[in-house]
């Protein structure tokens, strides 16, 4: 066995992959390739073994306690541990055999899965510089030992999700050089995935180590691969090197002439090109190298794999395929914001391809255009990392297939003025919607206006029965308890919704036509009629403002009313909200029994409320209790000031507009008003006979993830949301092709948790040939932004938006990344990505509302103006990073200006 505990360069390289670690086997690749790299062993990780044996340190490294505790406990321990005298041995005689007994040198961690192509563990372990003598070697040999148990290298194995058991780290004993210069070459560009022409190289004077940790300017040098003499060069003033000096190693000044001078002379840079090219060539896959320049001559020090880039097949039309797609979650964020659950997305994904079936055939488009596109309806939604997306030319397509729209000169433009920003080769995605063939029948065209008429003249009928029909089914099934029922039951009941609810959506979708109709021609005769001087000033939406009836601010209000009761007649109630935690009032029947008329009909309401995964106010109430307490302490439950104020708005939107308009442009001005209204107004509500259907969906799937926990066929109940639809139904009905669901369900569970840790793709890019790859390069994404800098104002403490309902209010701003940073409003101005119905309470305690994201005819747009909330929505440049909690602002909601003020000298 000591035989192996020093391996040499000419050790075989099977003994390197067993006892080598990942740094000393791709020394032992850059040896056998002949490539200049100096003298070096590798101490096995066999020795690391009888090290720990010889001293019984297997208890301690297998301890599962706090990762900054293991570490200090393990480097105390190896330090004070003693080396074995057979590993001594060896290494006295590998000095005496290379002669090499007063030169100094690297020792650095070779650790087992290191630099592997999934795992780089760069930064990881420890490295120990100009290390000379026996006794000095072995003490950094401990310290590289118990740097593979660092607090740093253990969280970085669970964020991998690698193995935490079976450690082992070799150690590479490498000659020290002492270099004029030193560097990082990646033979691929590791900043843009996308560019294929370039590798990069950074460098500076001295020793590497400087670059590494960061603590000396570097020149950077973009090489193309092909023509090495294409350079682009970027020199930065480098003041100070680190350096081996006065028996140390120590930060030195350069000289006035190397601190603007170029580091690598041009024939160094050739040489390194070549071999960065080479070892890529020969190792497969692009390289990370460190490299040092000693007396003109360039040294590989060690290399690893880029692990953070796509293999060579990712960029291959013959593999990948070549059909692009325009991806954007412009509107959809509002609805599904973050990464969204398996089980959401392909509930959701069927819920749009039934409801677009069925508006198509209200239209008059025939039962066999509609089946011949069917892979249109499929794929309106795709899902990427987790974040739902709109496939944009499929909805492009989907909109041409209207009778008629081949006349819409807005949509065209917008959808032109879209296609104008890309290149070329992009542009012919939209090959595939048809502009230049569309052409409908006269007929069709009669038919369309007909059924149009007809459903408007019958809105109300069409619109009264649907509710009636939807109630009939909902109050029976929101009594169930789902948990008591079986798999059978469960899964038939799933069916009939689909057919009888979901198939049937078609009342919903009627006024949402007649709501675009409407909302379209109020604000083309505001353009004409009102704001002719071309002014941003929100008339038609001032109009819609206090017109009441809607079930989206039914919520609020009610927890309005009931806060202002207890707070007049109840003084007992409303001592026990305002002094007692929310969890103790929770137990307590007496506040159950006060907020069960709510939970009876606002239950299903949450943040993010169409996510299946998300729990509802019948899961954790407790929010109501927190905003009775909230409303009561600050006296914000007038529900008379606020609809006060919100015919203030009304009533100053009418009188300009009458001031405007011309005997006869009144009538038809006022009668377009009342049915925007109208149409508006049955949106909002039917959009809550959604959320009610996807909560009783979600108490549905909870009931059966109960039983298939019961069953031993998931690891934890929730986890049925990790699973798909069909999935689900075909497990029950014996259609399923396989029978590890629980690991399955965990994987995935893993998998969209390690999403939401990551950075959002875009807000709107394009993808080339199959999508699934992309979702294994988020570096990828991210260089695909076709919006990057869009609509940023020249002022850095300026940002614009849509006015949305007006006021001018100046305040602090609580900037809430998610529903639970909200808590505790008090006048501020609220500041968040997106919002939904489930946020709707707070807007009592806020004095404005700033919206990253968003439309018009958004919940958000159209609760705030129910509530006379100054509002602003689709803010650009930055709004969620450019505002902390505690910044003060101006807004104008009447003109989307957003002034930052920032104290005089603060950035």
Sequence with gaps: MTDNFILTPSSEITLFEQFGGGKSYHLKKMFDLNLPVPEWVCLSTQAFEVFIDHNKLSSLLENDMDFGIKEKKIEAEFLKAALPASISRELEKFFTTVNLQQDFFAVRSSGSDEDSKDASFAGQ?????????????????????????SERAMTYRREKKLSMKGIKVAVVLQRMLFPQSAGVCFSRNPIDPLDREHLLISASWGVGEGIVSGLVSCDEIKVNRLDHSKTEIQIEEKKIRLDFANGKMEQVKNSDEDIKRLCLELSSINKLSELALHLELKLGCAQDIEFAVEKEKVFLL?????????????????????????WDNSNIIESYSGVASPLTFSFASYTYRQV?????EMMGISKKEIDDNDFVFRNLLGLVRGRFYYHLIYWYKLVLMLPGSENNKQFLETMMGVKKTLSEEDQKMFELVGVAEKKTPLKTKLYVTYMTLKNFLNINTIVGDFQRDFDKIYQDLKKRDFKKQSLNESINLYNYLEGEVLSNWKAPIINDYLCMIFFGLLKKLTDKWIETEGKVEGTQNDLLCGQGDLESTEPTKMLMRMSKKIDLEDPHMREKLTTTPVKELLEDKEVRDLIWPFLDRFGFRCANELKLEEPDLHDDPSFVVYTLANYIKMKTYHVEEMEVREKAIKSKAEEKVNNKLTFWQKPIYYWVVKHTRIAVRNRENLRFLRTKIFGITRHLMRGIGHNFHQLKMLNEPHHVFYLKIDEIRSIVEGRSLGDNYAKLAQDRFDLFNHYRKTPNPPDRFITKGAVGPYNYFPSVLSQLDLLKGFGIPDDPNMLIGTPCCPGVVEGVVRVAKEFADAEGLNGDILVTERTDPGWVPLYPSCSGLLIERGSLLSHSAVVARELGLPTIIGVNGGLMSKLKTGDRVRIDASTGIIQILREEGQA
């Design 302 to 326: 060690q290399t690893r794999p880029v692990t953070h880039l796509p293999v060579d097949p990712f960029y291959d039309e013959a593999v990948m395929g070549g059909e692009r797609v325009m």
């Design 356 to 360: 677009y079936r069925q508006f198509m």
């Design 125 to 149: 372990f420890s490295s120990f510089l100009f290390q000379k003598g026996q006794t000095e070697i072995e003490t950094s040999i401990k310290k590289c030992w118990a740097s593979g148990f």
